[in-house]
Nanobody, 127 residues
Framework: QVRLVESGGGLVQAGESLTLSCAAS????????MGWFRQAPGKERAFVAA????????FYTDSVKARFTISRDNAKNTVYLQMNSLKPEDTAVYYC????????????????????WGQGTQVTVSS
């Protein structure tokens, strides 16, 4: 059974940076695409970014392109989300997720692709 634990959330001012981490266990981490999603108050959970198992391909929702960077360290079973130039609209609970099938890079923005989720970490950006 896969276990994902996010960390690194907090309260920051607009324009500042945060780096989220997600430590994985219980599955061969290096075989699976990983994703980050977020859920803002009163809204549905939405895709933020994804990275393929080998780190060669990354995907982003338009609103975070050029500000956020997803990366992974397969030796540490950890995926990261570097968030720069944060805006109040980035305020949300951030979740990491692991794909349900190995070596799958299709539909990375769809929740249906993932079958393991962390508990979430709160990111609050003040104006």
């Amino acid at each position: 059974q896969v276990r994902l634990v996010e960390s690194g959330g907090g309260l920051v001012q607009a324009g500042e940076s945060l780096t989220l981490s997600c430590a994985a266990s219980g599955r061969t981490f290096a075989d699976y695409t990983m994703g980050w999603f977020r859920q803002a108050p009163g809204k549905e959970r939405a895709f933020v970014a994804a990275i393929t198992w080998n780190g060669r391909n990354t995907f982003y929702t338009d609103s975070v392109k050029a500000r956020f960077t997803i990366s992974r360290d397969n030796a540490k079973n950890t995926v990261y989300l570097q968030m720069n130039s944060l805006k109040p609209e980035d305020t949300a609970v951030y979740y990491c997720a692991v794909a349900s099938r190995p070596y799958n890079s299709l539909h990375t923005s769809s929740e249906d692709m993932y079958n393991g989720w962390g508990q979430g970490t709160q990111v609050t950006v003040s104006s």
